[in-house]
């Protein structure tokens, strides 16, 4: 166990050179709702329980599949009437479970992501094949059931080892090349995108994915009351938005159909959509798109500046 | 032991761990659901419900319970009953209080607002509140059979002689008193096993709320015969706003309030919706609360396209759709 994952190196919130969203657009805004599929037998991972009832946990799972059921055509109809792409957060196993998804987002041109195959399969106590097989599956399944190239990941769950970062990066390599594998979503320490240190030296960056603007988070970990969750999200984008006046900043809300849609949540999601979106220099994207943009433009101006950054702090403070 | 070796001992350790070849198999993963228990079918696929009376159906039910003081708590301790070291009087009189003094709040409100409700009655409550029981008798609303008591689950891995046991005890026991039929089922806590939607169906139940993963009616699968999920959102609950979640009561009302709006515009194009109110006179029952309780009903009365009927009622529609040529 180490006392710091060594993803990225300090980078103060000041001065770093001036972040440019296309058409000078001050804030990429995009939503990424979580398709998730969670088994009700699944095996019982040593180190997190998936339910807490003995099976059939009926609540936890049937609330779960309200969001496959009812929810995911509530959120895409917000989604579509607010011309926002999805970026799918996606446990891979429901391509073979409810194709009928898959295919709605496919013709939308959503993104599509790895979030692991099921998310009642959790990383913690995986070996490095085991994980890596887990991996490969999920990117596999997308490929071959929409055709994209999956850039981005969210372990299943939240659940991580110490290499999920490497071995999502090195998968996506060996499976797509540079066209696969270069975002995370599993690290909240910024509110623009960060290139991220990994073992192989690929080129790969964290895309703020906020676990505060989560839906679950709120309602489920913070119990936040709905109108207020909206509130919330409003006054995320308004300081966002503030500040990319001067460079540009990343806003995502993260969502679950078992949350964001039930009836008495939508209303306080789509009073905060027509707010974000009825803004002028939003650029309305996906996870994939910010990670492209922000690699091609910002990648290596933003580690020399970390670099020099770091130098000569580490100069100041010596004696 | 020299750095190195400890080391590389380590990495050993860390290269043999790993989970059991099972954790990497999936042997549910195809089209569907990964159980038995029901079909997938997305609310949207499914033929719309037009109901007789209006757009929206308001269903409120009113769940009638005892925890007993005495609380097993096995395997699992339910939802509102005792946390404190026996005898843990405060939460025993606080829920008793709902079947004293809060019932006959919540009764006035719903007759105020001329609300038809389901009462989900646990049914120990037969011997334990007899006055109660022969004052719903008299009124005629539709009693749900509600489990024995709080601290009676239904849970995978129970006997199915036992459950079976107390399935029908609490049936019987309801039966007698209402001079109903009782075809619905609430499972305490919502919580049931692998063998009860089968046992319900085998002792005549034709409905059961515990399954929170639509927003309309739909059939599940059993070993015996026809049975029904009827939707009762947990999520829209009092004890689950109030207890659960800290919310205030202004919050509590404002939630019900969007939940009529989104479902009503909803009903305007996709078919008829059920907005599902659970509520619990030992939580809106409370003085403070029981306006809250009466602010919702008056914002969702005055909508038009809504409309108040017991879940049988619901049902039976929903019965007639099905077989009515499309």
């Not at chain 1, 991972?45 to 969001?67: C, E, F, L, M, T």
């Not at chain 1, 309305?284 to 910010?290: Q, S």
């Not at chain 2, 008798?137 to 601290?151: C, S």
Request: with cysteine; proline share 7%; charged share 20%.
């Amino acid at each position: 166990m180490r006392s710091d994952p060594g993803f990225y190196d300090y980078w103060p919130y000041l001065e770093r050179p001036k972040l440019r969203w296309p058409n000078g657009a001050r804030v990429a805004f995009w939503v990424a709702p979580n398709i998730e599929f969670y088994e009700l037998n699944p095996p019982a991972n040593p180190h997190r329980k998936a339910w807490p009832q003995p099976s059939p946990a009926v609540p936890g799972y049937s609330i779960r599949d309200y969001g496959n059921r009812v929810g995911h055509m509530r959120q895409m109809a917000l989604l579509d009437k607010y011309g926002i792409r999805g970026s799918i957060s996606l446990s891979t196993a429901l391509c073979d479970h409810h194709p009928e998804i898959i295919d709605l987002c496919r013709e939308r041109n959503w993104e599509f992501f790895s979030h692991g195959i099921y998310n009642t399969r959790y990383t913690y106590g995986m070996s490095s094949e085991q994980e890596r097989d887990m991996i490969r599956d999920s990117m596999e399944t997308i490929h071959r059931h929409t055709g994209q190239k999956c850039a981005g990941y969210l372990a299943p769950a939240l659940s991580h080892s110490e290499e999920t970062l490497d071995l999502f990066a090195e998968t996506g390599t060996e499976l797509f090349g540079d066209k696969g594998g270069f975002y995370t979503c599993d690290l909240f320490h910024d509110d623009q995108p960060t290139p991220i240190n990994l073992r192989s030296g690929k080129r790969f960056v964290s895309v703020p994915y906020s676990l505060e603007m989560n839906d679950t988070i709120a309602y489920v970990v913070n119990k936040v009351e709905p109108r207020r969750y909206g509130q919330m999200l409003r006054d995320n984008f308004d300081r966002l938005y503030q500040e990319g006046a001067e460079s540009g900043t990343v806003m995502c809300i993260p969502t679950h159909n078992y949350q964001v849609s039930c009836p008495h949540r939508l209303r306080a999601f789509e009073e905060a959509l027509e707010y974000i979106t009825g803004h002028s220099d939003v650029w309305v994207t996906t996870g994939r798109e910010i990670a492209e943009y922000y690699l091609q433009n910002y990648y290596d101006t933003a580690r020399a500046d970390i670099q020099a950054k770091n130098a000569s702090a580490a100069q100041e403070v010596q004696p | 032991m020299s750095e190195k070796s400890a080391m590389s001992e380590k990495k050993a350790m860390s290269d043999t761990k790993a989970l059991p070849p099972e954790h990497l198999q999936y042997p549910q993963r195809h089209y569907g659901m990964d159980h038995d228990l029901y079909s997938w079918e997305m609310l949207t696929n499914r033929k719309p419900v037009h109901w007789q009376q209006g757009k929206l159906a308001l269903w409120v039910n009113v769940s009638l319970q005892f925890f007993p003081l005495n609380q097993r708590g096995l395997p699992f301790p339910p939802a509102g009953g005792m946390t404190m070291p026996y005898p843990d009087l405060r939460h025993f009189s606080l829920r008793d209080y709902g079947n004293r003094v809060g019932i006959y709040r919540i009764l006035r409100a719903l007759d105020k607002y001329n609300i038809k409700p389901t009462f989900a009655v646990n049914g120990e409550l037969v011997q334990r509140a007899p006055y109660l029981l022969h004052l719903l008798r008299e009124r005629g609303d539709e009693l749900i059979a509600h489990g024995w008591n709080m601290d009676s689950p239904h849970y995978g891995g129970q006997s199915k002689g036992v459950e079976k046991e107390l399935i029908s005890r609490t049936l019987g026991s309801l039966r007698k008193a209402s001079g109903q039929e009782v075809r619905g089922w609430l499972s305490p806590g919502k919580v049931h096993s692998e063998n009860t939607p089968t046992l319900l169906a085998e002792q005549g139940v034709e409905y059961f709320c515990d399954w929170v993963n639509d927003d309309m009616p739909y059939r599940f699968n059993t070993n015996s015969g026809a049975l029904w999920a009827m939707p009762l959102s947990t999520e829209l609950e009092d004890q689950f706003i109030l207890r659960n979640n800290l919310h205030s009561e202004t919050s509590y009302a404002e939630q019900i309030e969007d939940a009529c709006r989104f479902l009503l515009s909803e009903a305007q194009t996709l078919g008829g919706r059920i907005l599902a109110l659970n509520i619990h006179p030992w939580m809106l029952g409370q003085p403070h609360r029981i306006a809250y309780l009466e602010r919702a009903f008056e914002f969702i009365t005055a909508q038009p396209g809504v409309f108040s009927a017991p879940a049988h009622t619901l049902l039976q529609q929903c019965e007639q759709a099905m077989v009515e040529p499309a």
